[in-house]
């Protein structure tokens, strides 16, 4: 069976690596990647290493229509050329021209994961029209939790008999690979010595939901003057947040760290004594698994993965959306019963979310 994956706009994209390397272990179906970016993508060289082929085609972010209209017919080209058995998109921009392309050059089966659901209805509505118009063109929708699956079912009126769930997997022997080197170079760089670290790891946009984090830290500090935020991430939001931090006067207890190196996380995680996650949506959020994995607290927004694989006060602890005192009652609770989530959520996050899991559950799916 030959699978082509094809995605816009990420030059690089963990999990086709990790995809392109257990089919070379397997060594049973044939993968081809197809990369729609503007610069030279990471990805040729990803999969290029496990004997894999990468096509790259020029995509212009900034001119979304002409590249997606060039695209198709670079697309539709390829697919008469290649006739895989399988085509397989991964987000809107190249769901749009991908399975228009797959559709009329007559590739059977036509795979779209659902990872920017709900982005155009509360963004964009207009657009929801080719979210539907996707979905048509596609003989297997694929939402990565089952929020999004019953988002995708009501907004979207997708075809039931077309969805099947999967959740997104992660190989925890990269993502728990935590160092006491790194632990301690972290607590030396921020001067996290006998505090009590409450970390996020997300862009700084509003979605995500950090002033509701920052109007819960001003509760937390209250009880715990020690209590330090750690904001992991960049984005357009920074001098916004860094305004309300000071009008609440917990600017102080906030450090925003910008962007921080990869092989960081999985110590960042096992040093916090809360992981807050506070965002309004999810499709899935790999940083939830993540940090469960590395037995982090877990405070999150019923969303996504947490919403799948969080059991309030068991495992981790479920908070309203766009509610600080929801979520300072939630950090104020897991500070002092936290030790409790730590093995028992990683346990969840190990039998939901490990690769092979997420590898395997494709592979049936195409096979069906």
């Not at 990805?43 to 290029?48: C, L, Q, R, Y």
């Not at 085509?87 to 990872?115: C, E, M, N, W, Y």
């Not at 950090?210 to 984005?235: S, T």
């Not at 936290?338 to 028992?344: C, Q, R, Y």
Request: aromatic share 14%.
């Amino acid at each position: 069976m030959h699978i082509v994956f094809v995605i816009a706009n990420s030059t690089t994209v963990p999990y086709f690596k990790w995809f392109a390397e257990k089919a070379s272990i397997d060594n049973t179906h044939k993968f081809t990647f197809v990369s729609l970016s503007n610069t030279k993508p990471q990805i040729i060289e990803d999969v290029g290493k496990y004997g894999w082929e990468c096509y790259w085609y020029n995509f212009d972010f900034n001119s979304r229509k002409r590249g997606m209209v060039s695209s198709f017919f670079k697309l539709y080209k390829l697919f008469k050329k290649l006739q895989p058995d399988v085509v397989h998109t991964h987000l809107f921009d190249d769901s749009l021209p991908g399975l228009l392309a797959a559709k009329l050059a007559g590739i059977k089966k036509r795979v779209i994961t659902k990872q920017d659901t709900t982005f155009h209805f509360y963004y964009a509505p207009n657009w929801v029209k080719a979210d539907r118009f996707n979905n048509w063109n596609a003989t297997d929708l694929i939402p990565v939790s089952k929020e999004a699956e019953e988002f995708i079912l009501k907004h979207e009126k997708a075809d039931p008999k077309k969805v099947t769930m999967i959740h997104h997997g992660i190989p925890s022997i990269v993502y728990t690979n935590q160092s006491e080197k790194y632990k301690n170079e972290l607590i030396q760089m921020y001067g996290l010595e006998d505090k009590i670290i409450i970390g996020t790891v997300a862009r700084l946009i509003e979605w995500k939901g950090y002033r509701f984090i920052i109007e819960a830290a001003k509760e937390v500090v209250k009880e715990y003057p020690n209590a330090l935020f750690l904001f992991i991430g960049e984005g357009e939001q920074e001098p916004e947040l860094k305004k309300l931090a000071e009008k609440h006067g917990v600017l102080d207890n906030i450090i925003f760290t910008g962007w921080m190196r990869r092989e960081y996380i999985p110590s960042l995680y096992s040093i916090l004594n809360v992981y807050a996650h506070a965002a309004n949506s999810e499709p899935f959020g790999f940083v939830i698994p993540e940090a469960m994995m590395n037995s982090a607290p877990i405070v999150s927004t019923p969303t996504g993965s947490a919403l799948d694989s969080i059991s309030h006060k068991q495992n981790g602890y479920l908070v309203n959306y766009r509610n600080s005192d929801s979520l300072a009652e939630g950090i104020l609770y897991t500070i002092k019963n936290g030790d409790s989530f730590k093995e028992n959520g990683k346990q969840t996050a190990l039998k939901m979310f490990e690769f092979d899991l997420m590898y395997n559950n494709y592979i049936k799916l195409y096979e069906k």
